[in-house]
């Protein structure tokens, strides 16, 4: 899950990274009297997950109350790029010397941690990778050995930061490198990490995705958890514990297991369709797992069509089967479902559908003929 940066700025500053004193809030007067508190000037920063809040008015400095005011009231109810502003995070304005980027991140295919480190930060990192790659300073840590202060120095002279931000860098990065670990990140981002005029390395963002599988091993997380931002799908869907990712087309997609999800996902594509989401039902799919699975799926308005796509490993097919059944009873469903069924007792499954089965309800005897139903259903003409 992905946190606001004043969360995790929060998170940086348990380990010991400086970041700047301030206080998140979700009201205009709550929002002066923290200014007030923490003294002027401040910067008045929109909290949403997405890049540039700079550039679309969502982060202004105010010198006075009455600033911090009036960008309070400006900002608050602001819609960036879709996400509409309900926090702000009010913190001491720093000066700037210099702006840098660092980051730690997994490289999969080389499977190992990989930090990035340049002297050219602010802007998006991935414009600097295009534009000027070499500025970026790349470092592979095995997550066995960790990362040691020598292999730090090294990064950081290779990134040619100016040498008065040396010794904090490597503090710093240090010290990211333990909230990225022990706090089992996927992603931490510090951009701009800057240097300012009096000699200060500090973080003035944070961007942090935690991975959502450790959260039994971070109690606390939970308060993460609780203001992650959902659209009412995906909230239904948390709240069942299905693993549903919602998604802009008109075929709702079931299916066992997160590699057939996918797979699914990806022949609707092919096929010239597109999904409404990816959804993954997991290893057992009873009744009340294909009932949420299917009620989620219905309460998306775009959706025209559903595609339950099976495949029957340790999960037979008679009890998918009944599974599907059973929740055809329970929930009211208007589209055409079709329905790739394979695997183990795949034929008790289909034997069990068989008397359900009609325009409604439809078995395809492969994935790509359920696939190409599944998008005709839905509107579509398929490939
Ligand atoms: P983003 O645009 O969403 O990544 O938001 P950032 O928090 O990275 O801020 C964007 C830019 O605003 C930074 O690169 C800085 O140039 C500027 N900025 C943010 N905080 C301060 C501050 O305390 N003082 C000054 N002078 N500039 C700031
Ligand atoms: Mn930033």
Known sequence: MDLFEYQGKQLFARYGIPVS????????????????????????????????????????????????????????????????????????????????YASFTLDRGAKLHLGMLSAQGGVEIEQVAEENPDAIARIHVDPVDGLTEAQCREWVAAAKLNPAATEGAVEILLRLYRAYTEGDADLVEINPLILTPDGRVHALDAKVTLDDNATFRHPDYVDYDATQVRDAREEFAHQQGLQYVGLEGSVGVIANGAGLAMSTVDIVNQVGGSPANFLDIGGGANADVMAGALGVIVSDPNVRSIFINIFGGITKGEEVANGIVQALDRVQIDAPIVIRLDGTNADEGRKILEPRLSDRLQLQPTMLDAARKAVELAGGVPK
């Open 21 to 100: 004193d301030g206080a998140p809030v979700t009201t205009v007067p709550e929002a002066v009297e923290v200014a007030d508190r923490i003294g002027y000037p401040v910067v008045v920063k929109a909290q949403v997950q997405v890049g540039g809040r700079g550039k679309a008015g969502g982060i202004k400095l105010a010198a006075n109350s009455d600033e911090a005011k009036a960008h309070a009231e400006a900002i608050l109810g602001m819609d960036i790029k879709g996400h509409v502003v309900k926090v702000v995070w009010i913190e001491r304005a720093s000066d700037i010397a210099e702006e840098y």
